[in-house]
């Protein structure tokens, strides 16, 4: 399967733990964007990242929130000391290039968080 | 900053027939894209179709076409021949082409297929 990877597909935390989402972009592409969806509403930028850099993360809680996208392995969102309110898919997109050529950005399945 | 309306909460269509799902969207962006994804109830997002602010003709995809009107700001999705599979929920999103990478989405529509 060539398509964008995320783990878990479900997570269950409880209120104060971590929750750590993974995601392998599609084959060949470097950029990276994290986007969340609560329940019957349309989904809400994150964060974009490439190889090692954050490039916008106007979408980012400003506190508990962080990505990143190592040289080697997937990207990873983190959020720490979980509440209520991060109940929500969160669901990774990749691209094959970023500014200045229009391209889809193609999504993984998602991984939905549920805090209890 | 760009913006994505889509007013249409839910949409009844029997099979077989051809359905329009209404977008428009507000930019201040001289060039950009408008995309259009389908949610299943089983929750992936697919991508559909896109078409860019420049290109002369709509895009069409299968079954999938786009009608972009510039003038009016409205990028509406076609569905030629619908299926029960075609159920769904359907997003439509604008990005900028310099600039902010970031998808900017619609509420959505709900379109069910009726046999």
């Known amino acids: 399967n060539a398509g964008v990877m995320q783990n878990p597909r479900h997570l269950v935390r409880r209120r104060g733990q971590e929750a750590r989402l993974r995601c392998s972009p599609m084959k060949g592409h470097s950029h990276v964007y994290w986007y969340r969806q609560l329940p019957e509403e349309g989904l809400k930028f994150m964060v974009y990242l490439q190889k090692e850099n954050i490039i916008d993360e106007s979408g980012m809680p400003k506190e508990r929130f962080s990505a990143e996208f190592p040289k080697e392995g997937p990207s990873i969102l983190r959020i720490q000391q979980v509440v209520r309110g991060d109940s929500a898919a969160y669901f990774c997109?990749?691209?094959?290039?970023?500014?200045?050529?229009?391209?889809?950005?193609?999504f993984g399945d998602g991984t939905r968080l549920s805090i209890l | 900053a760009q913006k994505i309306t889509q007013t249409q909460p839910g949409m009844f269509v029997q099979e077989k027939e051809a359905v329009t799902l209404d977008c428009t969207y507000d930019t201040s962006d001289p060039s950009y894209g408008l995309f259009w994804y389908k949610q299943p109830s089983s929750g992936e997002m697919i991508f559909l179709i896109y078409?860019?602010?420049?290109?002369?003709q709509n895009a069409t995809e299968g079954r999938y076409s786009l009608n972009f009107q510039k003038a009016r700001k409205s990028a509406n999705l076609v569905i030629s021949a619908s299926q029960l599979g075609d159920s769904a929920m359907y997003f439509c999103a604008s990005k900028a082409l310099q600039g902010a990478q970031k998808l900017v989405f619609g509420q959505g529509t709900r379109l069910t297929i009726n046999p």
């Open positions: 078409q860019g602010s420049y290109d002369q």
């Open positions: 997109a990749s691209s094959l290039s970023g500014t200045g050529i229009l391209q889809p950005q193609h």
